[in-house]
């Protein structure tokens, strides 16, 4: 019998953001009550985080609390509060090349934050913890595509090494407290309501504009694109599974309850193929910049998803011309383009 969110309390992090709104939507109307909470930065516009969390303001089931996570205690006090049965925790700083610049913001939100979010679960338990890692902790590895059982001692940005860091932590977590947790490797997430820092979002943007497209290392870097319903669908499937059999998919050792799936479209996409879809979809042609590899930025990603269709008998599948047809045309309803 497949495991059912009705009637489950989930705690969501970073319900403002565009994977947790998503799946905060999805997770109502599965019948659950949604806890959501975000600190509604400014890394990006934050009308559109507001826009995300209007839809959500409002649905029976749905309660939203403004929670910076690094502030000690502050989201224990929440947890306590809400003992939620489950949580996803999606709130985190993103982006690679900010990380560079940023550093201390990474720190902050992605070490501090989670270490708040496994004391949480080790005060007050739960039965599922999952959250976010991210493909990028595969850093510098060539061999493709890349599975789970991949050593990842290469991070090539800070962002990645906080992101491995992170399952790290839950992992000793597990193993000390038993806190069942499942991380999730996303690769190259995209979607109507996503991220203006993600390159679809702005070439999209440039080719309305007609504003220049810096197409870094001349085109040549490979992207496995998964697209949002599809992630959203796999965290709705495995948040109700937690980890409970030491053969498990996704198990990192046997006698701890600790798993960690991919979660891509094992179809790579060269960046030149994905600006080509964009201009047939806007009826544009690219301004385009060619120039080197930006810093922190790996040449190719391409998701091992067999452990998790293994897991949960599903694996993404839409196609970047499908999926990217289906952001063209958000976009241009949102920004009033004809």
Known sequence: MTPSLQGAHVLVTGAAGFVGAALSQRLLAEGARVTGCDNLN???????????????LGRPGFAFHRVELAERDALGALWREARPDHVVHLAAQAGVRYSIDNPRAYAASNLDGFLEVLEAARETPVKHLVYASSSSVYGANTKVPFSEKDAVEQPVSLYAATKRANELMA???????????????????????????????????????????????????????????????????????????????????????????????????????????????????????????QPGDVERTWADVSALRTAIGFAPRTTLEEGLGRFVQWYREYHQIR
């Not at 870097?221 to 998919?249: S, Y």
């Open 42 to 56: 400014t890394y990006y516009d934050p009308a559109l985080k507001q826009a995300r969390l209007d839809g959500l």
């Open 171 to 293: 992992q000793t977590y597990a193993h000390l407290y038993r806190i069942p947790a499942t991380g999730l490797r996303f690769f190259t997430v995209y979607g109507p309501m996503g991220r203006p820092d993600m390159a679809y979002w702005g070439f999209t943007k440039a080719l309305f504009s007609g504003a220049p497209i810096n197409v870094f290392n001349h085109g040549n870097v490979w992207r496995d694109f998964t697209f949002i319903d599809e992630i959203v669908e796999a965290i709705a499937r495995l948040t109700p599974r937690p980890p409970a059999e030491a053969d498990e998919p996704g198990r990192v050792a046997p006698e701890t309850p600790h798993r960690i799936f991919n979660i891509g479209n094992d179809t790579p996409v060269k960046v030149d193929e994905f600006l080509g879809i964009l201009e047939r979809l806007t009826g544009r042609t690219a301004n385009r910049r060619d120039l080197p590899m």
